[in-house]
Nanobody, 125 residues
Framework: VQLQASGGGLVQAGDSLRLSCAAS????????MGWFRQAPGKEREFVAA????????SYVDSVKGRFTISRDNARNTVYLQMNSLKPEDTAVYYC???????????????????WGQGTLVTVSS
């Protein structure tokens, strides 16, 4: 199982970034996917999640209206479109695949079985 996150970088407040997470080694379409982030000195927090089909999504309140999670099951890839970035969005962003046993979208880290290596997003003011 491999999750390869990419797309991070240094941007200014108000800019946009799109993160990608390429999955391999498992049946991608059978897993809900999520994005988490961890800022320096803080605990990892949930950002967004998407169901197996892509028909349902969930977001942490702080990113609602600015971030959009999507997936392409034909390409085994999940995306996080981040608009109107703020300095407080600065963090390492991780993609994760949840447990196929779950019946609903997972929003806590312990519901995820597989994790990528993270990609750093830095937003300057």
């Amino acid at each position: 199982v491999q999750l390869q996150a990419s797309g991070g970088g240094l941007v200014q407040a108000g800019d946009s970034l799109r993160l990608s997470c390429a999955a391999s080694g498992f049946a991608f379409s059978r897993f809900g996917m999520g994005w988490f982030r961890q800022a320096p000195g803080k605990e990892r927090e949930f950002v967004a999640a998407i169901s197996r089909s892509g028909g349902s999504t969930s977001y942490v309140d702080s990113v609602k209206g600015r971030f959009t999670i999507s997936r392409d099951n034909a390409r085994n890839t999940v995306y996080l479109q981040m608009n109107s970035l703020k300095p407080e969005d600065t963090a390492v962003y991780y993609c994760a695949a949840d447990s196929p046993r779950l019946m609903s979208i997972a929003i806590t880290a312990d519901e995820y079985d597989y994790w990528g290596q993270g990609t750093l997003v830095t937003v300057s003011s």
